[in-house]
Nanobody, 125 residues
Framework: QVQLVESGGGLAQAGGSLRLACETS????????MGWFRRASGKEREFVAG????????YTADSVKGRFTISRDNAKNTLYLDMNSLKSEDTAVYYC??????????????????WGQGTQVTVSS
């Protein structure tokens, strides 16, 4: 069983920045495909970004492209999401997710086997 624990959420002003982290218990973290999703109140969970085990393949949703950056440190078993130029519409609970292999559809949350408990990000305008 892989455990994922997110941190770094909180309150930020519009235009500001936050860095989310996701620590994992996986001994083979370096081989997992990792992703970030978010769910705003009253909305469906949506894909934010994904990264392959090597970091060579990265995927970013159009809604955050140019503002959010996904990265990973395999030596620390940790996934990151750097969020800049935050907007009020970025307010959501952010979840990290893991899958043993790169999903055929990285944006599809059903392709991921493991999930964290989520961390709240609130952006005030």
């Amino acid at each position: 069983q892989v455990q994922l624990v997110e941190s770094g959420g909180g309150l930020a002003q519009a235009g500001g920045s936050l860095r989310l982290a996701c620590e994992t218990s996986a001994r083979t973290f370096s081989t997992y495909f990792m992703g970030w999703f978010r769910r705003a109140s009253g909305k469906e969970r949506e894909f934010v970004a994904g990264i392959s085990w090597s970091g060579n393949n990265m995927y970013t949703a159009d809604s955050v492209k140019g503002r959010f950056t996904i990265s990973r440190d395999n030596a620390k078993n940790t996934l990151y999401l750097d969020m800049n130029s935050l907007k009020s519409e970025d307010t959501a609970v952010y979840y990290c997710a893991a899958n043993r292999f790169e999903p055929y559809e990285v944006q599809n949350s059903q392709r991921y086997d493991y999930w964290g408990q989520g961390t709240q990000v609130t952006v005030s305008s």
